[in-house]
């Protein structure tokens, strides 16, 4: 790894754990609504230094949030990591494969989907074991999981846009990826 | 602000498919579950899969379960049900309130109450 993706990593991990620990201060007006800020930053990763940058800044950030807040290796910590691992690859093969019909909205959105669809599955198969309450609860978490990927895809875009115009490095990066 | 219309812009036809898809499929869902929630007079109240109190959904109780986290309170009360009070950091069992309809999950303490018919398991009834 070269030292200015190791660089870019740590940059950007910082901001995905700024963005987390921000969100986590504002009060969530329902039960089960998370923003997932964070998400803005591994798209944003995503779309200008590839997959693998991407992967690394979501593992850094889950892992330091669960030291920082005392959650490692609890049900807290195996859905967010199985949640931020599974929408980053999704979110990669969209990226790779459908890029040509999907805006960074769209990818956000099926990374979104991945995240809660992962972590329903997870808490069904390790914590809950019962199929009903899982049922009960999956399209309220869809349904505001479609707003905030929506909004957290729109985010990025902006945030994809003002780096392009201001950064000529960041410019060719991203002419190099697509 | 340009930026933002531009943004705005860039968002593809297969975007907005895919969102309205999206949105139709969870609206749909959420009436399909609300369909089969369950219904009855019988709240489990199970912690890390094993039933621990099986309560009538009409006789006013509190009983305390421990799961991994400490001490869940299960308030039964005029038909409903609700966790009164429970050790997990995001409280999201509490502030669901009283229900009278479905579970409710506290996933720290691997606490579930469900409310149900007595009917063990399998499909209560299926209507054509």
Not at chain 1, 16 to 25: D, F, K, P, V
Not at chain 1, 115 to 124: C, S, W
Not at chain 2, 85 to 105: F, H, M, Y
Request: proline share 4%.
């Amino acid at each position: 790894m070269q030292s200015r993706d190791r660089l870019r990593i740590a940059i950007l991990a910082a901001y995905a754990i700024g963005l987390h620990g921000l969100e986590r201060m504002i009060p969530a007006p329902l039960p089960w609504l998370r923003f997932g800020l964070a998400n803005i930053i591994t798209l944003t990763a995503l779309m200008l230094y590839g997959l693998r940058v991407a992967l690394t800044i979501t593992l850094i950030r889950v892992l330091l949030v669960s030291l920082l807040t005392g959650s490692f290796l609890g049900p807290g910590f195996v859905l967010s990591l199985g949640g931020g691992v599974a929408s980053t690859l999704l979110m990669g093969l969209a990226s790779a494969l459908l890029s040509s019909l999907f805006s960074p909205v769209g990818i956000s959105l099926i990374g979104s989907m991945a995240h809660n669809l992962t972590q329903l599955t997870l808490a069904y198969l390790l914590f809950i074991r019962r199929m009903e309450p899982i049922l009960f609860v999956t399209p309220l978490i869809l349904l505001l999981g479609i707003i905030t990927g929506m909004v957290n895809g729109m985010a990025s875009g902006l945030l994809l846009k003002k780096l392009k115009g201001d950064s000529p490095e960041v410019k060719a990066a991203a002419g190099r990826e697509s | 602000m340009s930026l933002a219309r531009e943004t705005f812009k860039e968002i593809t036809i297969y975007d907005w498919v895919l969102l309205v898809v999206l949105v139709l499929v969870s609206i749909s869902g959420s009436f399909l579950v609300r369909g089969i929630a369950s219904t009855g007079d019988t709240v489990r109240i199970e912690v890390g899969g094993k039933l621990i109190y099986r309560l009538s959904l009409s006789e006013e109780r509190t009983v305390e379960v421990r799961g991994p986290a400490g001490i869940t309170r299960v308030e039964v009360k005029g038909g409903r049900v609700r966790v009164a009070d429970s050790p997990c950091p995001n409280k999201l069992c509490v502030r669901q309130g009283w229900t009278e309809r479905g579970a409710i999950i506290c996933l720290p303490n691997r606490v579930v109450v469900t409310i149900g018919g007595d009917a063990e398991g399998g499909v209560d009834a299926v209507s054509g």
